[in-house]
């Protein structure tokens, strides 16, 4: 069985202040992992898919990378804007359907 | 327009009433999905259909039932609604590849009361 764990719960940071967001992952033969952005109320966002171990991919203060365990998801200098729940979601070879973690919901202030 | 709309946004209904949740799509994908959210438990599985007369389950799909009427439209259904079924709906699509990314419609918040 697949499965997705984020870390940090929440996460607070003052504008500016640089992290990142944890997503490990088990899984038999990973096919993709997917990051998402969601907004209060609304439908998730898609941002990145990572394919491989050592793959990276960026959108404007966004970074995301993949090992073979987990994948980070950097964020430099965040705004205000960037807050939000952000969605972790893997698929694997024995599965045909996407598994996601519970987000991680952060909060970045002026 | 967006390519994946839900109809109602917004629905309140009373306890043993039956009510159904449309979705459509513009982006031509083969497969739909149906989840619903509720906090702190993320994103959790109703039904899914690969093509129109492909429908499976989900991980929760005690006390719903779908319906595939064309590649673009995939409804759900609660036959008897109970206030455990209030939550955030969501539809996605994906391509038939399988690997690409799935896109979500802007949910439906349904109450039971």
């Known amino acids: 069985e697949d499965q997705v764990t984020q870390s940090p719960e929440a996460l607070r940071l003052q504008e500016g202040e640089s992290s990142s967001l944890n997503c490990s992952y088990t899984v038999s033969g990973l096919r993709g992992l997917f990051w998402y952005r969601q907004d209060p109320g609304k439908g998730p966002e898609f941002l990145f898919t990572?394919?491989?171990a050592g793959e990276e991919k960026e959108k404007e203060r966004l970074k995301a990378t993949l090992t073979k365990k987990e994948s980070f998801l950097h964020i430099t200098a965040p705004k205000p804007e960037d807050s939000a729940t952000y969605l972790c979601?893997?698929?694997?070879?024995?599965?045909?359907?996407?598994?996601f973690g519970k987000g991680t919901m952060l909060l970045v202030s002026p | 327009d967006a390519d994946v709309t839900q109809t109602p946004r917004n629905r309140i209904t009373k306890t043993g009433k039956r009510i159904m949740l449309e979705c459509s799509q513009t982006k031509g994908h083969d497969r739909m999905y149906w989840y619903r959210q509720d906090p702190g438990l993320g994103l959790r599985l109703i039904y899914y259909s690969f093509d129109v007369k492909d429908i499976n389950k989900g991980e929760i799909s005690d006390g719903y039932s779908v319906s595939r009427q064309a590649q673009a439209k995939f409804s759900l259904s609660l036959e008897s609604a109970i206030p455990n079924q209030t939550a955030l709906y969501f539809c996605?699509?994906?391509?038939?590849?399988?690997?690409?990314?799935?896109?979500f419609g802007q949910g439906t918040r349904l109450t039971v009361v």
């Open positions: 996605a699509t994906q391509s038939s590849l399988g690997n690409t990314e799935a896109f």
């Open positions: 979601a893997v698929l694997g070879s024995g599965y045909s359907t996407l598994t």
């Open positions: 990572l394919y491989s």
